[in-house]
DNA sequence: CGCCTTGTTATGCAAGTGTATAAATACTGG
DNA sequence: CCAGTATTTATACACTTGCATAACAAGGCG
């Protein structure tokens, strides 16, 4: 006879919570796009209900931001383990971050959705234009340290403009062939596009990054 | 003493009030994206009253279609038409539509706002991911078109597959400037990128696409 | 001029939005 | 085992959204 039961709960800890929204809203937006991630319908995919968003986070607002830095940080991320792994000599180290970052889980049709949905707003939307800028430098330093590295080891006297040229190509390429394995990852060989990454990068820098097992 | 005076107006012909719908949902989306493409705010643009709008389209989602199926359309006969005033040499035609595609008014913010704004729904809108696919074929087929002539001119047996390896690469490094021009386009000076995109294509290639006026 | 078509405005509505607030319950420390 | 706290639910509210409909007037035709 209870009209209308309370909903049963749990306590989780904060940060849990805190993350637990945050995929929710990924999740979403990966789905639909940022029109589809409302407080509602992000907290039904929590397991929760709308309120609790507000207690989390100051505004819905606040919650697309970290969602957004989110992804950010998980991409570099996954491209720099890339580089842990791996050995220390410094084309090895240029070769593996590429190539890691032309094949799944970074090349991801979400991931790619995420992107696209958070950037279309980066433009007009102040905070999250900064989340993006924040992010994109990130990975862009990245390869241009890689770059600086492999220079370096060439014994090249690489002035600082050969180095900036480099790493511009160089990011533009893998950028390109990031978005081109996301959209239509299924026109393309399992390893076609790390392939054409790799020796593309060798091919600008005129140097060799793997050594072949003749 | 009119209380509330109705609004005067003129009544435009269809094509023209269609057309003047379409731009300013562009307006609208570029400025605060898709969520900011309400019917009152695009009938505000057009100075016309929002009810207006639903009887020229169906829905507003026909209303963004059109929109986006515009905005794709213009962006490849821009650089179709950078083919046009160009020798036929096929090196210089590469090379200027490399070019044209890596300055204004190709790379610009407010064309990177709409097609990002766009794509960010093409993955879960059938109806605009089908128009994004073609009007990205279009583009990626022009590349291939392109670089096959330069490839045939320099005599090589071009194999297919090093045809499909080279116009990948190139499509992706076009696509990668494009994008860091247009999010971060004062980092650059105004001709690096398209130089930096010929020059990596030559490199590519392992060709001069322009002579040396020596 | 006066009517008639239809492009256009004005108004209204139901659904959905983010947010504010109060009530309730799960956990914690005693 | 009990009180206190703060996480969580539930409800309400003001506002916006897309869409429907009725009133209106602009321009063409007799």
Redesign the pocket.
């Known amino acids: 006879m209870a009209v209308?039961a309370?909903?049963?709960?749990?306590?989780?800890g904060?940060e849990r919570?805190r993350q637990d929204l945050i995929e929710a809203t990924l999740d979403c937006v990966a789905e639909n796009g940022l029109a589809g991630?409302?407080?509602?319908?992000i907290a039904l995919r929590a397991g929760?209900?709308?309120?609790?968003?507000?207690?989390y986070f100051p505004?819905?607002?606040d919650l697309l931001q970290a969602a957004y830095a989110t992804v950010m940080g998980r991409m570099t991320e996954l491209a720099k383990s890339a580089l842990e792994n791996v050995e220390r000599a410094p084309r090895r180290r240029l070769a593996a971050f590429v190539e890691a970052s032309l094949v799944p889980p970074v090349v991801d049709a979400r991931s790619f959705s995420l992107w696209a949905s958070f950037i279309g707003r980066a433009g007009s939307d102040a905070a999250l234009g900064a989340a993006h800028r924040a992010g994109y430098l990130g990975f862009r330093d990245e390869v241009e340290a890689l770059v600086a590295e492999v220079l370096a080891e060439a014994g090249g006297r690489a002035g600082g403009a050969e180095l900036r040229r480099h790493a511009i190509a160089i990011n533009a390429i893998i950028d390109g062939l990031w978005i081109e394995g996301c959209l239509a990852g299924d026109m393309f060989g399992a390893s076609e596009l790390s392939e054409v990454g790799v020796s593309s990068v060798e091919t600008l820098l005129g140097l060799k990054l793997r050594e072949k097992a003749a």
Chains 1, 2 share one sequence.
């Open positions: 209308a309370r909903r049963k709960f749990r306590r989780e904060e919570r991630a409302t407080v509602r319908a929760v209900t709308a309120g609790l968003i507000r207690h505004g819905k607002e």
